[in-house]
């Protein structure tokens, strides 16, 4: 029985061509930034989100925290949703690492922040308070379902930090799913902002690494943190070859996923025990309620996964399922009947 692992799309493995890429991978030193298999990688990313400069990285988490890390000093207040990754996800890495303030402000449907409250908290020159340094969004939003945030929306948000002094980070770890999704050109969706980082390793489908992107003198800055955090690497042209390929040959199939997604998510809501709420599924993340109340939420993801189907319990009544590259029409289908299956058991 073929295992349907709908986790995360962090779970996908490279593809063919991304083997062979990093089998013929031509390597150097990137400490010595000698890597030249790396820096098509980061010139070629640069290049796509219409920023000066990048810096492969090892995960999203470090991409962000570095982020943080060369916009900021330490003392300086960061503003964020209250569920964004950087708030719930990342160890708290800001503030141990960072001597940074988190302030978190209510995401709207949308993964954006109102632009009323973010006014509010926006602190100024006050010898009582933490500076208002930098404003953190994040495209697609995780919890908010995969929602992607438009350039509109981006831009308004922007426009309002930017107006009191302050830079703005895209926690872009979906970026391209939101671009996918929202049929638009992915430099409409950073075009507003300082810094983005994006994943390799998420739906595009690489085995490590993300892209940090932004202006030149950032970028300098971002690579002493990254050194400082024991993110320097070596020969790890061997990675960035995935990355390459990544770019690519794995955005323009994010529509798959997506409509994928979406034939889980109605699937899912033809069954008696489960909700989803299918106008918030527009990429590649389905959020679905358990209803069922006859069988505990530890007992469904354990049940769930014994007759084959892997699901993330994110809290509550509440579960996640993503769609990604190894995982076709024909997959989601035997999830959603053993999924059946098992609520009509009950």
């Known amino acids: 029985m073929k295992v349907v692992d709908l986790r995360s799309d962090t779970v996908t493995l490279p593809s063919p061509a991304m083997l062979e890429a990093m089998h013929r991978a031509e390597l150097g030193d990137d400490g010595r930034r000698e890597d030249p298999t790396v820096k098509r990688l980061e010139e070629m990313a640069a290049e796509r989100l219409g920023k000066e400069a990048a810096l492969f990285v090892v995960s999203g988490i470090m991409g962000n925290l570095i982020s ?14 209250d569920l964004s ?68 929306r981006t831009r308004e948000i922007a426009s309002m930090a930017d107006g009191h002094g302050m830079l703005v980070h895209l926690d872009g770890a979906r970026i391209f799913n939101a671009a996918v999704a929202l049929g638009v050109d992915v430099q409409e969706l ?15 489908a690489a085995p490590v690494g993300s892209i940090l992107c932004g202006s030149r003198d950032f970028i300098d800055e971002a690579r002493r943190n990254r050194r400082m955090l024991g993110g320097q690497m070596r020969q790890s042209g061997v990675l960035a070859a995935a990355g390459i390929v990544a770019l690519r040959e794995m955005v323009d199939r994010l529509g798959e996923d997506h409509r994928n997604a979406r034939y889980l998510a109605e699937g899912l809501n033809d069954i008696a025990g489960v ?61 959603l009947d053993r999924i059946r299956n098992l609520l009509t058991e009950i």
């Open 190 to 204: 950073t075009e507003s902002v300082d810094s983005v980082m994006f994943c390799l390793s998420k739906g595009l």
């Open 68 to 81: 943080l890390l060369s916009h900021c000093r330490r003392g300086d207040q960061v503003i964020v949703g």
């Open 85 to 152: 990754h950087i708030f719930l996800d990342e160890q708290g890495g800001a503030g141990i690492v960072g001597g940074l303030q988190l302030r978190p402000l209510a995401n709207q449907p949308d993964g954006g922040i109102s632009l009323q409250a973010l006014e509010a908290a926006i602190e100024g020159d006050n010898v009582h308070h933490a500076r208002s340094r930098l404003l953190c969004l994040e495209n697609t939003h995780n919890l908010c379902g995969g929602v992607p945030l438009s350039r509109g």
């Open 275 to 335: 909700t989803v709420e299918l106008e918030r599924v527009q990429t590649n993340i389905v959020m679905l309620n358990l209803t069922n109340l006859r069988v505990s939420p530890v007992e469904f993801i354990v049940r769930s996964e014994k007759q084959g189907v892997k699901l993330d319990w994110v809290g509550g009544n509440r579960f996640r399922a993503v769609t990604h590259y190894g995982v076709e029409r024909e997959d989601v289908g035997k999830a």
